[in-house]
């Protein structure tokens, strides 16, 4: 399935790359508005699913975070899979965060490593592609295309982050009406 | 003045308004809400105005066509993002026009006239600038075509070889372009603003012309009391017509010829006429409303307002001088002279009306600084220890110096510091040259070492002198911003009287209705509230007070069978709380009827009949809060009018108040309500639970209880899981409803669901929910108590963020966020619904393993601290061995980096100190030093070290070790984290 608000190759031949429940991921850095190399204390916010870790300060915002590896898996319910996940055991405490979109719709997603920035060329993208072994768990709503850098070995899953954002904040809406009804 | 002075004088009056634009602009950008946008663009319009009017002044007539362009698309563009985004746009053309032409005249030093293709630009930019002001768009039309009567814009300069020279003697009429809406319109148009101002007089001299009705029930037929009346309406005529609301205008018109015709009737006026008043000052609220409203003027208010009039004459004298009923339309045209108001201006007419809005902008700022004063704050105490610091590192500097002098050779010149030992020539002589040398460069460098100490000295005791001048400054400027902040709370508090007025005149209309007599008692009407609380109180205290007159006050029949007075007693009490006001509005009538109550829930749905019937009868009361409950049928009709008891209770939650009702059968009712004094400060208490902070506002405490062992008794019961036993019956209590010494008690983390860290809580928070008494238990309370919370935080984040139990969040001093907790469904979630088993909470996040670096060289902390934070640790610093060992029992870190040589406790006396510890803490140690030998080394080994580091050391070595140590830790080092 293609999601053309995220196709990366027309625009933005940039990549940022990351490690995500042991995939290696990649993301048009467009879509990515900050990578932090350490998360902020988080403060836990009440009536939040478990992938949902809370809020820190970002700068002058308040900006929630989460757990990527779960969302991106989908067994945190968000997307079509329902499931649960140890949220908790997984999480080390020393996590990166990419934060991404802009104003009330903000989001730090947690991610194991943060890696290198990648130019690549049209033929290095490989949109088409949604099934291979290297999408690992990512569940098929978030896969965009694989990126096949010709001086790298590793392949990268390009993920749909601005529907893994979308999913996730109306996840999080609706969790306040769950948790009250 | 000469064409070089006027170049001069119009560069030097524009330059700083045409920079101002640029920030306007900004603003007009980064516009988030609809007010900003429509400010930002008045902002835009405001300055492009002022440099219209410089530029007409001067002659430079492109500028200030271009900038009344601007000004009045900045007033009349749509307020759409589109327009928003292309007035954007063009109003950053019209600045770099403005930034051309200005230069082109400062260096010509003479108002040159526009190039050609300035004029294209000009021509292009006002086109533009009217078809977002909402005009058709312009047409390119050949320059022949044009008639030559109406010259263009460009007529004169277009044509090229046109000398400039002649341009500049006859300056382009530019008047011909849709700039300006024609003159005889623009009299027509009354200014939104104009509009608005009044709207509020209005509603003032209203509010007054009811206070002076209240008076005249007292004092019927007063004659001062009917000028000032009169005088008031009279105003309020020549207002209305002068902006031409008409119908407000005649009502005001009858009005005031009714009060003339009571004035002169007198005492034979009697009652009636006070009911005249009060009824024409209704149609006058009417009119007024429907003007605010934009509605179709209602045309039978100025027909009952004459009828009233009418039979004013006829029953209270001679015939006033024959009113002309387009009187009231000619003065609308203005033409009318309204009689000066003779009342000389008092310091009370010296007010300005300001847009709440920007009140609260100007608060929203005021606390931003307020929480900057808290970071300031805890970065001058972070000065302060550097300082100290820097004082110690002095001290070795001297001792290093001292002792480097004690062990300088004999000096061998003058140069040499006093005291130290003159050689001998003759021994001079016999050194061999390179020692002399030696002995020389010694000297020389222990003259521009003592320089430097005495450099650094003189220094730091500069530093000293400007920190403590600085720390002066900063205490006055934190005592200034508080007051700052205090005025600006209060620039919004209104006295209740205002609502209290409106409530006397419904209690008054209601009571005569129904034909009941009732006194209505007010107390604490002076008591002062935010404006926006006051504004939001008004409907549902009037609810509450038709409730008491409808409902609860009996007939006269009814209260003399039960012995009661004929008079019903209805009263309204209020008074500060703390931060908050209490009122209550309590009648003496039939009281609640339970069973009805009861029974009427279930047939609304709420609850089964068997559960109805084990209900207390606090928790019955309670229903009657719930949509769809009334024990009342047709009286239903009178109450009606307003909003239930459910929305009341919804509105009052909005106001972050609460509502609680206590009734006795035969006694009456009486319901309390307390809201904030204002919402935008919240003061509140910093707590800790499950290892986070919250902030509970300091309101709902009240007071916090240190709990001792076997305070906190489990009961087994899951809906009221502990109790609190107070040691003894408490004073604090004793002269209040409550002399409980046993209260339920529920642990914060659990409300919250989250695990309880700290097993027992260490402090019971004591708060009032519904006229109960809880103990909220928490971890502890931090020291910094007394935080400002961030105005209105909670409507500020994103809404999937918000929670019903977080009602806003604030922020430490260092960056901290701490949600600010909605006590009241924290604890209706408490009292109502079990709790969750703690196996099925959730656990808290793990924390970032903890470092602490041991070192007495601040360079070294610093660089370490940032490297390692950055590389994902939770890093803590001290300065020296017993630093560091307060460190360890205050939060064991899991790693230790250590220093050897420290003062007070070096590193090896500290590694000593760990091991010989009968508790051990399970942290790991890894040496980082300058010392190399071996000796060291293995000295660090015998005592438990576990690495051993030579400064420098790569920050990657390091990062390696701590994670393999991580790794390998013990499981006490994580359980302890």
Redesign the interface.
């Given at each position: 399935m293609m999601h053309s608000s995220t196709m990366p190759s027309e625009y933005s031949p940039e990549f940022l790359t990351f490690s995500c429940d042991g995939v290696a991921c990649a993301a048009p850095l467009a879509a990515i508005r900050e990578a932090l190399?350490?998360v902020?204390?988080?403060?836990?916010?009440?009536?939040?699913p478990?992938w949902f870790?809370?809020?820190?300060?970002l700068r002058t915002e308040?900006v929630?975070a989460a757990d990527m590896r779960p969302l991106l898996t989908a067994y945190a319910g968000v997307g079509n899979a329902s499931s649960t996940y140890d949220t908790?055991s997984a999480?080390?405490?020393?996590?990166?965060a990419i934060v991404v979109g802009t104003?009330?719709?903000?989001l730090a997603l947690l991610v194991e490593s943060i890696g290198d920035i990648l130019t690549l060329r049209p033929h290095e993208i490989l949109s088409d592609l949604v099934e291979h072994p290297a999408f690992g768990a990512i569940a098929p709503r978030f896969r965009l295309g694989l990126l096949a850098p010709e001086v790298h070995q590793t392949r990268f899953a390009l993920v749909a982050l601005d529907t893994l954002l979308t999913d996730t904040?109306?996840a999080?809406?609706n969790s306040?009406v769950a948790s009250?009804g | 003045m000469g064409d070089a002075e006027t170049a001069a004088r119009f560069t030097r009056q524009s330059q700083a308004l045409i920079h101002l634009l640029w920030s306007a602009l900004g603003a007009i950008r980064s516009a988030?809400t609809e007010y900003r946008a429509q400010r930002s663009r008045s902002d835009f319009a405001r300055l492009a105005s002022e440099i219209a009017v410089i530029a007409r002044s001067c002659g430079v007539e492109d500028c200030a066509s271009v900038t009344e362009a601007t000004q009045r698309a900045m007033t009349e563009a749509p307020a759409t993002p589109e327009a928003q985004d292309a007035l954007a746009t063009v109003a950053e053309q019209v600045i770099l026009y403005l930034l051309d032409r200005k230069g082109v005249i400062e260096e010509s030093q003479a108002i040159t006239a526009p190039s050609n293709d300035e004029q294209a630009a000009l021509k292009q930019l006002i086109g533009r600038l009217g078809e977002l002001a909402g005009d058709p768009p312009l047409v390119e039309e050949p320059v022949a075509d044009r008639p030559t009567e109406e010259p263009a814009i460009d007529a004169p300069l277009a044509s090229p070889g046109v000398p400039e020279a002649v341009s500049k003697t006859e300056p382009p009429t530019l008047v011909r372009l849709p700039v300006a809406a024609p003159i005889t319109e623009e009299l027509d148009r009354i200014p939104a603003s104009l509009r608005t101002t009044f709207l509020g007089e209005a509603q003032d001299l209203i509010t007054e012309l009811q206070r002076i009705a209240l008076e005249l029930e007292r004092v019927p037929s007063d004659e001062n009391l009917l000028t000032a009346a009169k005088r008031i309406a009279h105003r309020l005529r020549g207002s209305a017509g002068t902006v031409q609301m008409r119908p407000l205008a005649q009502v005001a018109f009858e009005f005031e010829e009714l009060l003339e015709a009571l004035r002169i009737a007198g005492a034979s006026a009697g009652a009636w006429g006070v009911v005249a008043t009060l009824q024409c000052i209704g149609l006058l609220q009417k009119a007024l409303d429907q003007e605010a409203d934009a509605q179709a003027p209602d045309p039978t208010l100025v027909d009952t307002a004459a009828r009233l009039r009418a039979s004013a004459m006829v029953a209270g004298g001679p015939t006033p001088p024959t009113p002309v009923r387009d009187d009231a339309s000619d003065q609308s045209n203005g033409r009318e002279t309204v009689e000066p108001d003779h009342q000389s201006p008092t310091d009370a007419d010296l007010t300005l009306r300001v847009d709440v809005r920007r009140l609260d902008e100007l608060m929203a700022r005021v606390n931003t600084l307020t929480i900057n004063r808290t970071t300031m704050a805890g970065a001058r105490d972070e000065v302060s220890r550097l300082q100290e610091e820097m004082g110690q590192a002095l001290s070795k500097l001297n001792a290093l110096a001292e002792r480097l002098q004690d062990l300088q050779p004999p000096r061998i010149s003058g140069a040499t510091p006093p005291g130290a030992p003159a050689l001998p020539l003759t021994a001079l002589a016999e050194m061999s040259l390179p020692s002399r040398e030696r002995a020389q460069q010694f000297d020389d460098s222990m003259r521009v070492m003592r320089e430097a100490v005495d450099d650094v000295t003189t220094l730091d005791s500069s530093l000293r002198s400007v920190m403590s001048q600085l720390q002066r400054i900063v205490e006055a400027q934190e005592a200034l911003m508080s007051e700052v902040q205090h005025d600006v709370i209060e620039m919004r508090l209104v006295p209740l009287d205002d609502i209290v007025l409106t409530l006397r005149l419904a209690a008054r209309l209601l009571a005569t209705d129904l034909g009941k007599t009732i006194a209505f008692n007010i107390r604490g009407e002076t008591t002062q509230i935010d404006r926006e609380i006051s504004d939001l109180l008004k409907e549902p205290l009037l609810q509450l007070l038709r409730n008491a007159i409808t409902h609860g006050i009996e007939s006269a029949k009814e209260r003399r069978a039960a012995g009661k007075p004929e008079e019903g007693r209805v009263w309204l009490d209020a008074h500060y709380v703390g931060n908050e006001v209490s009122i209550e509005i309590g009648d003496d009538g039939r009281g609640v009827n339970l069973a009805r109550l009861r029974e009427a829930a279930v047939k609304a749905g709420h609850l089964r009949r068997d559960a109805a019937a084990h209900l207390s009868s606090e928790q019955t009361l309670d229903l009657m809060f719930l949509p769809g409950v009334s024990t009342y049928g047709q009286a239903d009709m009178v109450g009606g009018r307003g909003i239930g008891l459910d929305e009341v209770r919804d509105a009052l939650r909005r106001l972050k108040g609460t509502i609680a009702v206590t009734s006795a059968p035969g006694e009456g009712c009486v319901f309390r309500i307390c809201v904030p004094i204002s919402l935008s400060i919240t003061h509140i208490l910093h707590v800790s639970s499950s290892g986070?902070?919250y902030a509970i506002p300091f309101s709902f405490v009240q007071r916090t209880v240190s709990l001792a062992e076997g305070q906190v008794k489990p009961t087994g019961v899951p809906s009221r899981p502990y109790i609190v036993e107070l040691s003894a019956p408490d004073e604090d209590f004793s002269n209040s409803a409550y002399h409980a010494t046993e209260l339920p008690a529920y642990p914060l983390a659990s409300l919250?669901?989250?695990a309880s860290e700290s097993d027992p809580p260490q402090v019971a928070l004591i708060v009032e929910h519904r006229s109960q008494l809880f103990a909220l238990l928490v971890d502890g309370v931090h020291e910094d108590r007394e935080l400002v919370a961030r105005e209105l935080?909670a409507r500020?984040?994103?809404?999937?963020?918000?929670?019903?139990?977080?009602s806003g969040?604030t922020?430490t001093a260092d960056?901290?966020?701490?949600?600010i907790l909605d006590v009241p469904t924290l604890l209706s979630r408490a009292t109502r619904m079990p709790l969750s088993t703690p196996t099925a909470q959730?656990?808290?996040?793990?924390?970032?393993?903890r470092i602490l670096i041991v070192d007495d060289s601040a360079s070294i902390r610093r660089v370490l601290q940032q490297d390692l934070?950055?590389?994902?640790?939770d890093v803590s610093v001290a300065r020296d061995g017993i630093d560091a060992l307060q460190a360890m029992v205050k939060e064991p870190p899991q790693v230790v980096i250590l220093d050897i040589e420290m003062p007070r406790l070096d590193g090896f006396e500290f590694l000593s100190a760990l091991r010989d510890s009968s508790e051990g803490t399970g942290a790991r140690v890894i040496m980082l030093t300058s010392r190399a030998s071996e000796k060291h080394q293995e000295y660090a080994r015998q005592l438990g070290a576990a690495a051993y580091f030579v400064k420098p050391c790569p920050i990657a070595t390091l990062t390696a070790k701590i994670d393999e140590l991580l790794e390998s830790a013990p499981e006490k080092a994580d359980t302890r984290s």
């Amino acid at each position: 399935m293609m999601h053309s608000s995220t196709m990366p190759s027309e625009y933005s031949p940039e990549f940022l790359t990351f490690s995500c429940d042991g995939v290696a991921c990649a993301a048009p850095l467009a879509a990515i508005r900050e990578a932090l190399s350490s998360v902020p204390v988080i403060a836990s916010l009440p009536d939040s699913p478990a992938w949902f870790l809370g809020v820190f300060q970002l700068r002058t915002e308040i900006v929630g975070a989460a757990d990527m590896r779960p969302l991106l898996t989908a067994y945190a319910g968000v997307g079509n899979a329902s499931s649960t996940y140890d949220t908790y055991s997984a999480l080390t405490g020393r996590e990166r965060a990419i934060v991404v979109g802009t104003g009330v719709r903000s989001l730090a997603l947690l991610v194991e490593s943060i890696g290198d920035i990648l130019t690549l060329r049209p033929h290095e993208i490989l949109s088409d592609l949604v099934e291979h072994p290297a999408f690992g768990a990512i569940a098929p709503r978030f896969r965009l295309g694989l990126l096949a850098p010709e001086v790298h070995q590793t392949r990268f899953a390009l993920v749909a982050l601005d529907t893994l954002l979308t999913d996730t904040i109306n996840a999080l809406t609706n969790s306040e009406v769950a948790s009250d009804g | 003045m000469g064409d070089a002075e006027t170049a001069a004088r119009f560069t030097r009056q524009s330059q700083a308004l045409i920079h101002l634009l640029w920030s306007a602009l900004g603003a007009i950008r980064s516009a988030d809400t609809e007010y900003r946008a429509q400010r930002s663009r008045s902002d835009f319009a405001r300055l492009a105005s002022e440099i219209a009017v410089i530029a007409r002044s001067c002659g430079v007539e492109d500028c200030a066509s271009v900038t009344e362009a601007t000004q009045r698309a900045m007033t009349e563009a749509p307020a759409t993002p589109e327009a928003q985004d292309a007035l954007a746009t063009v109003a950053e053309q019209v600045i770099l026009y403005l930034l051309d032409r200005k230069g082109v005249i400062e260096e010509s030093q003479a108002i040159t006239a526009p190039s050609n293709d300035e004029q294209a630009a000009l021509k292009q930019l006002i086109g533009r600038l009217g078809e977002l002001a909402g005009d058709p768009p312009l047409v390119e039309e050949p320059v022949a075509d044009r008639p030559t009567e109406e010259p263009a814009i460009d007529a004169p300069l277009a044509s090229p070889g046109v000398p400039e020279a002649v341009s500049k003697t006859e300056p382009p009429t530019l008047v011909r372009l849709p700039v300006a809406a024609p003159i005889t319109e623009e009299l027509d148009r009354i200014p939104a603003s104009l509009r608005t101002t009044f709207l509020g007089e209005a509603q003032d001299l209203i509010t007054e012309l009811q206070r002076i009705a209240l008076e005249l029930e007292r004092v019927p037929s007063d004659e001062n009391l009917l000028t000032a009346a009169k005088r008031i309406a009279h105003r309020l005529r020549g207002s209305a017509g002068t902006v031409q609301m008409r119908p407000l205008a005649q009502v005001a018109f009858e009005f005031e010829e009714l009060l003339e015709a009571l004035r002169i009737a007198g005492a034979s006026a009697g009652a009636w006429g006070v009911v005249a008043t009060l009824q024409c000052i209704g149609l006058l609220q009417k009119a007024l409303d429907q003007e605010a409203d934009a509605q179709a003027p209602d045309p039978t208010l100025v027909d009952t307002a004459a009828r009233l009039r009418a039979s004013a004459m006829v029953a209270g004298g001679p015939t006033p001088p024959t009113p002309v009923r387009d009187d009231a339309s000619d003065q609308s045209n203005g033409r009318e002279t309204v009689e000066p108001d003779h009342q000389s201006p008092t310091d009370a007419d010296l007010t300005l009306r300001v847009d709440v809005r920007r009140l609260d902008e100007l608060m929203a700022r005021v606390n931003t600084l307020t929480i900057n004063r808290t970071t300031m704050a805890g970065a001058r105490d972070e000065v302060s220890r550097l300082q100290e610091e820097m004082g110690q590192a002095l001290s070795k500097l001297n001792a290093l110096a001292e002792r480097l002098q004690d062990l300088q050779p004999p000096r061998i010149s003058g140069a040499t510091p006093p005291g130290a030992p003159a050689l001998p020539l003759t021994a001079l002589a016999e050194m061999s040259l390179p020692s002399r040398e030696r002995a020389q460069q010694f000297d020389d460098s222990m003259r521009v070492m003592r320089e430097a100490v005495d450099d650094v000295t003189t220094l730091d005791s500069s530093l000293r002198s400007v920190m403590s001048q600085l720390q002066r400054i900063v205490e006055a400027q934190e005592a200034l911003m508080s007051e700052v902040q205090h005025d600006v709370i209060e620039m919004r508090l209104v006295p209740l009287d205002d609502i209290v007025l409106t409530l006397r005149l419904a209690a008054r209309l209601l009571a005569t209705d129904l034909g009941k007599t009732i006194a209505f008692n007010i107390r604490g009407e002076t008591t002062q509230i935010d404006r926006e609380i006051s504004d939001l109180l008004k409907e549902p205290l009037l609810q509450l007070l038709r409730n008491a007159i409808t409902h609860g006050i009996e007939s006269a029949k009814e209260r003399r069978a039960a012995g009661k007075p004929e008079e019903g007693r209805v009263w309204l009490d209020a008074h500060y709380v703390g931060n908050e006001v209490s009122i209550e509005i309590g009648d003496d009538g039939r009281g609640v009827n339970l069973a009805r109550l009861r029974e009427a829930a279930v047939k609304a749905g709420h609850l089964r009949r068997d559960a109805a019937a084990h209900l207390s009868s606090e928790q019955t009361l309670d229903l009657m809060f719930l949509p769809g409950v009334s024990t009342y049928g047709q009286a239903d009709m009178v109450g009606g009018r307003g909003i239930g008891l459910d929305e009341v209770r919804d509105a009052l939650r909005r106001l972050k108040g609460t509502i609680a009702v206590t009734s006795a059968p035969g006694e009456g009712c009486v319901f309390r309500i307390c809201v904030p004094i204002s919402l935008s400060i919240t003061h509140i208490l910093h707590v800790s639970s499950s290892g986070q902070g919250y902030a509970i506002p300091f309101s709902f405490v009240q007071r916090t209880v240190s709990l001792a062992e076997g305070q906190v008794k489990p009961t087994g019961v899951p809906s009221r899981p502990y109790i609190v036993e107070l040691s003894a019956p408490d004073e604090d209590f004793s002269n209040s409803a409550y002399h409980a010494t046993e209260l339920p008690a529920y642990p914060l983390a659990s409300l919250l669901g989250r695990a309880s860290e700290s097993d027992p809580p260490q402090v019971a928070l004591i708060v009032e929910h519904r006229s109960q008494l809880f103990a909220l238990l928490v971890d502890g309370v931090h020291e910094d108590r007394e935080l400002v919370a961030r105005e209105l935080v909670a409507r500020a984040l994103a809404p999937h963020l918000r929670r019903k139990v977080v009602s806003g969040v604030t922020t430490t001093a260092d960056g901290q966020v701490l949600l600010i907790l909605d006590v009241p469904t924290l604890l209706s979630r408490a009292t109502r619904m079990p709790l969750s088993t703690p196996t099925a909470q959730r656990p808290p996040p793990p924390r970032k393993p903890r470092i602490l670096i041991v070192d007495d060289s601040a360079s070294i902390r610093r660089v370490l601290q940032q490297d390692l934070a950055r590389a994902g640790f939770d890093v803590s610093v001290a300065r020296d061995g017993i630093d560091a060992l307060q460190a360890m029992v205050k939060e064991p870190p899991q790693v230790v980096i250590l220093d050897i040589e420290m003062p007070r406790l070096d590193g090896f006396e500290f590694l000593s100190a760990l091991r010989d510890s009968s508790e051990g803490t399970g942290a790991r140690v890894i040496m980082l030093t300058s010392r190399a030998s071996e000796k060291h080394q293995e000295y660090a080994r015998q005592l438990g070290a576990a690495a051993y580091f030579v400064k420098p050391c790569p920050i990657a070595t390091l990062t390696a070790k701590i994670d393999e140590l991580l790794e390998s830790a013990p499981e006490k080092a994580d359980t302890r984290s």
